[in-house]
């Protein structure tokens, strides 16, 4: 069964950074879809960054230019570079694997994943 255990979170100022970590069992990640999502309590789970198969990255407008998603084949790791971070990036972060090939206009949708960690905090102070 694939694992995915996130690491890396933590409590920063505003304008700070953090590097957030997902390692992963049974996975060959240039086969794996690979995202990272966050969510609020009392709100939806939102896609934030995501890898493709092919390398390519794409991630949401509000974290444009601030976070970077790559990958370690040969670590099995996953990382979220996040920098200039903001109060209303405070979440819990998670990182979700999909096996399966699918449209690329779905790499930030939580319903395309089906493998999830327990999530890292992440705190921003203002």
């Known amino acids: 069964q694939v694992q995915l255990v996130e690491s890396g979170g933590g409590s920063v100022p505003a304008g700070g950074s953090l590097r957030l970590s997902c390692a992963a069992s049974?996975?060959?990640?240039?086969?794996?879809?690979m995202g990272w999502f966050r969510q609020v309590p009392g709100k939806e789970r939102e896609g934030v960054a995501a890898i493709d198969v092919d390398n390519s990255t794409i991630y949401a407008d509000s974290v444009k230019g601030r976070f970077t998603i790559s990958q370690d084949i040969a670590k099995n790791t996953l990382y979220l570079q996040m920098n200039s971070l903001k109060p209303e990036d405070t979440a819990m972060y998670y990182c979700?694997?999909?096996?399966?090939?699918?449209?690329?206009?779905?790499?930030?949708?939580?319903?395309?994943?089906?493998?999830w960690g327990q999530g890292t905090q992440v705190t921003v102070a203002s």
């Open positions: 979700a694997a999909d096996p399966v090939f699918r449209p690329k206009s779905t790499l930030l949708r939580d319903w395309r994943y089906v493998d």
């Open positions: 049974l996975i060959t990640y240039n086969t794996y879809c």
